[in-house]
């Protein structure tokens, strides 16, 4: 990147910028099924995580491609709504972003072995934003009061 020169911004009106339908361009979102059933692995769970705070949010099942990179996140059933559509998990997000701004975060994975992601044993005592495990807050409780 040359020294002076502002990245673009996603949905901003200036040269060189990107329209928020450009970017979301040919994205397989609602595809979860079909890309499952093509052998795509999704046998790993991800979490948008604070690390300042042990809090994660559940982001669904990783659908990784072929050569192990994530290709999306989906929450629900195979067959469901994708997370994008998904009000109450939107809101969540919305409510862990505004809730953890300042605190580094990250996207984490239950794999084991993946390079920059931690593995879910590394996260044991962490509190879980949705999901199905023991003790995890539902989704609906945890923006039952929030106007965000």
Known sequence: METGCLPAMLDGDGEGDISFSAYLAGWPEGGFADLLSAGFDASDEGFLRCAECSERLSLGR???????????????????????????????????LTVHFTHPMR???????????????????????????PGAVPLTAYVADFSG
Not at 62 to 75: E, I, N, Y
Not at 89 to 94: D, I
């Open 107 to 133: 996207v984490v994975t239950t794999a084991v072995g993946d390079a920059g992601e931690y593995a879910e044993q590394d996260l044991g005592g962490d509190a879980t934003v949705g999901g199905t495990g």
């Open 62 to 96: 990783v659908l990784r491609d072929r050569v192990g990179a994530p290709l999306l996140f989906h929450a629900g059933e195979v067959d469901g709504v994708p997370n994008s559509r998904q009000p109450d998990l939107n809101r969540a997000a919305w409510r862990f």
